[in-house]
Nanobody, 126 residues
Framework: QVQLVESGGGLVQAGGSLRLSCAMS????????MGWFRQAPGKERESVAS????????YYGDSVKGRFTISRDNAKNTVYLQMNSLKPEDTAIYYC???????????????????WGKGTLVTVSS
């Protein structure tokens, strides 16, 4: 059974950086496109970034373009999210997702996602 486990969240000051990791087990990592989503209190879950199976194409939400970078290492079954210039509005639970369709990762519906991780909390203080 496929499992996704996120790590790397924590408390950081505004302007700082964090790198999130998401490791897949129980599945063939390179056969999935991967994405990062986030959900702030009282808000809907939103797409942050996604990456195709071979890392050849990446997509970003408008609010994180130029600050966040998604990457993957298929040898390590891991996808990363490098977050720079963090802002208080980036505070959220960050979730990793895997899907066979990059369209689903980019446009949803979220209920169709193949697999979700349990999330890691990122808190950015002002």
């Amino acid at each position: 059974q496929v499992q996704l486990v996120e790590s790397g969240g924590g408390l950081v000051q505004a302007g700082g950086s964090l790198r999130l990791s998401c490791a897949m087990s129980g599945g063939t990592f390179y056969s999935y496109h991967m994405g990062w989503f986030r959900q702030a209190p009282g808000k809907e879950r939103e797409s942050v970034a996604s990456i195709t199976w071979n890392g050849g194409i990446t997509y970003y939400g408008d609010s994180v373009k130029g600050r966040f970078t998604i990457s993957r290492d298929n040898a390590k079954n891991t996808v990363y999210l490098q977050m720079n210039s963090l802002k208080p509005e980036d505070t959220a639970i960050y979730y990793c997702a895997a899907d066979g369709s990059i369209r689903t990762l980019r446009s949803g519906p979220l209920s169709n996602m193949d697999y979700w991780g349990k999330g890691t909390l990122v808190t950015v203080s002002s």
